[in-house]
T-cell receptor, first 116, second 114 residues
Framework: GAVVSQHPSRVICKSGTSVKIECRSL??????MFWYRQFPKQSLMLMAT?????????EQGVEKDKFLINHASLTLSTLTVTSAHPEDSSFYIC????????????FGPGTRLTVT | GQQLNQSPQSMFIQEGEDVSMNCTSS?????WLWYKQEPGEGPVLLIA?????ELTSNGRLTAQFGITRKDSFLNISASIPSDVGIYFC??????????????FGKGTLLTVNP
């Protein structure tokens, strides 16, 4: 299957700072990528759809000024958590459609964010 | 929004036993996807189903797409300790253009006792 990477895998930051998470499609191009957030023992919650060359589409209740998304190339999307607070601590996962069918999504390994 | 009802929430089984989990929806899906997530990792696609009634296998895993297109099940035969993880069903919904957004079930946590 298609391979998606994320960097960093873990990050600890202080409250009030910003953190950038990268999502890369390694062996395919992705005009669309998706960003999810997952709390312990819960399912994945879609935060936003990242669109190459245009603005991201955010799900209801997700603050676009808090979670900045940039999709500058066909293989890279970034999520920046601005002015992070402890409640932003979570597991962030990206995905991209990479199979022969556009509705198959392949996920990155996730980024564990801890805000102290 | 669309919801997928996945059951059971958790299962504790002995190594060698077979496992079955399922997902239902009030809406029709044209595709059903089954993922496995291990602790601290992203979900990995196990099986994709595209046709109502389709039965697809991937090693010891077998999944079926219900005839009504509103349900799917996943079976794991002869479980082994490395089958431990959370299994999610997911259904893609067209969200504009050719983009699909995934709706997830709440997951089935599988524990296998050696």
């Amino acid at each position: 299957g298609a391979v998606v990477s994320q960097h960093p895998s873990r990050v600890i930051c202080k409250s009030g700072t910003s953190v950038k998470i990268e999502c890369r499609s390694l062996d395919f191009q992705a005009t669309t990528m998706f960003w999810y957030r997952q709390f312990p023992k819960q399912s994945l919650m879609l935060m936003a759809t990242s669109n190459e060359g245009s603005k991201a589409t955010y799900e209801q209740g997700v603050e676009k000024d808090k979670f900045l998304i940039n999709h500058a190339s066909l293989t890279l999307s970034t999520l920046t958590v601005t002015s992070a607070h402890p409640e932003d601590s979570s597991f962030y996962i990206c995905s991209a459609p990479g199979g022969t069918a556009p509705d198959e999504q392949y996920f990155g390994p996730g980024t564990r964010l801890t805000v102290t | 929004g669309q919801q997928l009802n996945q059951s059971p929430q958790s299962m504790f089984i002995q190594e060698g036993e077979d496992v079955s989990m399922n997902c239902t929806s009030s809406s029709i899906f044209n595709t059903w996807l089954w993922y496995k997530q291990e602790p601290g990792e992203g979900p990995v696609l196990l099986i994709a189903l595209y046709k109502a009634g389709e039965l697809t296998s991937n090693g010891r895993l077998t999944a079926q797409f219900g005839i009504t297109r509103k349900d799917s099940f996943l079976n794991i035969s002869a479980s082994i300790p490395s089958d431990v993880g959370i299994y999610f069903c997911a259904g893609p919904l067209l969200s504009g253009g050719s983009n699909y957004k995934l709706t997830f079930g709440k997951g089935t946590l599988l524990t296998v006792n050696p």
